[in-house]
Each structure stands twice: as C-alpha cells, then as structure tokens.
C-alpha cells in the first residue's frame, strides 16, 4: 500500500493572508506612500508659506481714520498703503452742487451717492492719486488751489476735480478712486 505524503501547496500562505485583508506587499506599499506624502509636504510647505505677506505688510494693508474732528468743509490727508488718502467732510452747500451736476456731464458718470455710504453721504473718501498719471492733486490744505470745480486740481497736467471727485477737465480719465471702507463705530473708518 502506498503511503500518502501531504506537501504544502504553493502559494497557499498567499491564498489565505488574501482572504483575511492586507498582505505584506500592500502595508509596504502604504507605508512607502506616506513618506512620500510627507516628503512632499515636508518639501512644499516652505516653497508656499514664503508667499504668504509678512506681518508689516498686513498692518499696512488696513488704515483706521477718525473722522469725528474733521468739520463740514474741511478735509485731511493721510496714508493708505504708502498713499494718500483724502477725506472730506462735505458742507450741505457742497452736496447740493455735487448733487445738481447733470450725469451726461460728467465723464466718468458718478452720483454722489455712489461715492458715499448711505447714512453718510457728507464724508468722501477717495485715494489721492490723479487717475492720468498717478501725482497728488490739490485741495486738501486750506488755501490750496482747487481748480475750476471747488474740489481737487492736478497741476502736474492740469486736471480738474469737482468737491465729489469726479473729472471735470483736463486729461485725467476717471474719477478719484474710492476704496473700500467701512465705519468700526460713529467716528472711525477702516479703509481696506
């Protein structure tokens, strides 16, 4: 009678670690993404966060004005991201003159209104920048010259502002930028 041998077949390790999940080659597989991910990472983090803006840069990028000394006519200087900011606190006289200037007049048809937040539409702020060729207009200093229109005059061209910045004359193409602001409380704006 012959014996009977039982050999292990081959591959049944295999067959059986299948079955219950992971095998080895998987895990090793895993294992070797992830340092890879993390190598990437390790590499990439400081490639991005050195574009991030430094911290003066983002004191820079707000300005906070109080406005509640700033009288009806009168108007002030100050800086926003190494600019200059004008803001003027406009007389009911000066409203109604904005205010009664026809649109089709103007060649960059602004309102006053759209120049100023509601609820205060007699403080204007603009960037005191010529829209022609970026020099600091007058009419912010008492006895500065005005030009034409009672508000800001360029005299490195010649440009003509009315008392809500808008362009009048001369070869600016559009009105005194506005930026974007917004009250923090009765008496203080955050430009930016």
């Given at each position: 009678?012959?014996?009977?041998?039982?050999?292990?077949?081959?591959?049944?390790?295999?067959?059986?670690?299948?079955?219950?999940?992971?095998?080895?080659?998987?895990f090793?597989?895993?294992?070797?993404?992830?340092?890879?991910?993390?190598?990437?990472?390790?590499v990439?983090?400081?490639?991005?966060?050195?574009?991030?803006?430094?911290?003066?840069?983002?004191?820079?990028?707000?300005?906070?004005?109080?406005?509640?000394?700033?009288?009806?006519?009168?108007a002030?200087?100050d800086?926003?991201?190494?600019?200059?900011?004008?803001?003027?606190?406009?007389?009911?006289?000066?409203?109604?003159?904005?205010?009664?200037?026809?649109?089709?007049?103007?060649?960059?048809?602004?309102?006053?209104?759209?120049?100023?937040?509601?609820?205060?539409?007699?403080?204007?702020?603009?960037?005191?920048?010529?829209?022609?060729?970026?020099?600091?207009?007058?009419?912010?200093?008492?006895?500065?010259?005005?030009?034409?229109?009672?508000?800001?005059?360029?005299?490195?061209?010649?440009?003509?502002?009315?008392?809500?910045?808008?362009?009048?004359?001369?070869?600016?193409?559009?009105?005194?930028?506005?930026?974007?602001?917004?009250?923090?409380?009765?008496t203080?704006?955050?430009?930016?």
């Amino acid at each position: 009678m012959a014996e009977l041998r039982t050999e292990p077949t081959v591959g049944t390790t295999q067959e059986t670690d299948a079955k219950d999940g992971v095998r080895r080659r998987d895990f090793i597989d895993i294992a070797a993404l992830s340092a890879g991910g993390v190598g990437a990472l390790a590499v990439l983090y400081p490639l991005i966060s050195q574009m991030a803006p430094s911290e003066d840069v983002l004191a820079e990028s707000t300005t906070d004005v109080d406005v509640s000394a700033i009288e009806p006519g009168q108007a002030i200087k100050d800086v926003f991201r190494k600019q200059p900011l004008f803001i003027r606190r406009l007389t009911d006289a000066e409203i109604a003159e904005a205010n009664s200037t026809p649109i089709g007049a103007l060649r960059d048809p602004e309102t006053l209104d759209d120049r100023t937040l509601e609820g205060h539409r007699d403080l204007l702020v603009t960037m005191g920048v010529c829209t022609h060729l970026g020099c600091v207009p007058l009419g912010v200093a008492e006895g500065e010259n005005r030009g034409d229109y009672n508000g800001y005059f360029c005299p490195c061209h010649g440009s003509h502002y009315d008392v809500a910045g808008r362009i009048r004359k001369g070869p600016a193409p559009t009105n005194l930028l506005v930026p974007e602001y917004n009250f923090t409380s009765d008496t203080v704006i955050r430009v930016g």
